[in-house]
């Protein structure tokens, strides 16, 4: 008995060996590296990648400095397991007050030309901006923060690292910018399908899902087209026939932008359920059901939707060719974490 206990011991230890080696050996690409097919990356001219800015932009992302009591972060909206976007209709900021609108993911920022669902900011360095002040998030101030982090030697050290100057306002939204600049996502089943096609990376279901998605009968890929998934453009979907969020008229105030939304990215769309503006529709399949339906009647809705006359086995191809843009490297990346 002994024998055989000492035996199943050393299985054990052996297979766990074997698990840590598998995934300390998975190959995860590089901090920044560009996937086949993606543009690179603009940074700008006073906020240039250096490894120091990124460290020091990573530790910000996941502390709750940032929060006027110490309990939100980034990544309490953003969670790198979800393609660094939220499981909730809306978050939940600081004293639980609820957000007004969904957490998108922040796959591929680096890209957007501008931020925001009414594209009101230019910029990831203003952008950080927003949750931190904004009363339903962080409800706090930067200048507010980096008094603490100037109370912390580490982060004293690190932003003279990174900026040769000490924790304020500059240092906080231009690191939190370089560290989500990097996070790119782009090798995914359906990436990596693109670049063999002769590949068995695709079931037939997704095959015939990506056929849909890209025709005229369609016109999924009208907005949700390019390397992102996205034309970055503002359009109304039919949601709903009165909405209470003004979307893009917010910003502009003009008629023709009320409630009209930035079109999001598709990329891992299958982890950042629910879905729209305001988390209202719960699963993929009840997506491609809301656009097979033509949407509800509004003044500036699209007219790419109509009603699609999707049969029943279509719609599921077009939610398991949507399940083909995950990208397990991203979420699974330590270096991110």
Request: net charge neutral; hydrophobic share 35%; aromatic share 10%.
């Amino acid at each position: 008995m002994i024998r055989i206990l000492s035996i199943f011991c050393i299985c054990i230890f052996i297979t766990g060996c074997l698990q840590e080696e598998n995934t300390s050996s998975k190959n995860f690409p590089d901090i920044g590296e560009i996937p086949h097919g993606f543009p690179p990356i603009a940074y700008p001219s006073d906020n240039a990648f250096t490894k120091d800015r990124w460290e020091l932009g990573r530790k910000l992302f996941y502390d709750p400095i940032l929060s006027i009591d110490n309990t939100i972060s980034c990544a309490s909206c953003h969670k790198p397991e979800i393609a660094f976007s939220d499981n909730l209709p809306v978050s939940e900021g600081v004293f639980s007050r609820k957000g007004v609108r969904n957490s998108p993911s922040l796959a591929n920022i680096a890209y957007h030309p501008y931020l925001m669902r009414e594209g009101g900011v230019a910029t990831l360095e203003m952008q950080v901006l927003v949750p931190v002040q904004e009363h339903q998030e962080m409800g706090f101030s930067l200048p507010g923060a980096a008094i603490r982090m100037k109370n912390d030697s580490a982060y004293v050290r690190l932003t003279n690292k990174a900026y040769q100057r000490n924790p304020d306002p500059y240092t906080i939204t231009r690191a939190l910018a370089v560290f989500e600049r990097t996070l790119i996502s782009g090798n995914s089943f359906y990436d990596n399908y693109v670049i063999n096609p002769e590949s068995k990376l695709l079931d037939d279901a997704q095959k015939r899902g990506l056929e849909l998605f890209f025709s005229k009968r369609t016109d999924c890929s009208s907005c949700h087209g390019g390397f992102n998934f996205t034309d970055y453009r503002f359009a109304n979907n039919g949601l709903y026939e009165d909405y209470s969020d003004e979307g893009r008229m917010r910003l502009t105030g003009k008629e023709e932008d009320r409630a009209v939304f930035k079109v999001p990215s598709l990329r891992n769309v299958a982890l950042s359920a629910p879905y729209m503006h305001d988390g209202s529709i719960k699963t993929l399949k009840d997506v491609i059901a809301h656009y097979n339906e033509g949407g509800k009647n509004h003044i500036n809705k699209s007219h790419l939707i109509r009603p699609l006359g999707l049969s029943h086995q279509e719609k599921n191809d077009l939610v398991r060719f949507l399940e083909s843009l995950t990208d397990n490297t991203f979420i699974q990346n330590p270096a991110f974490r």
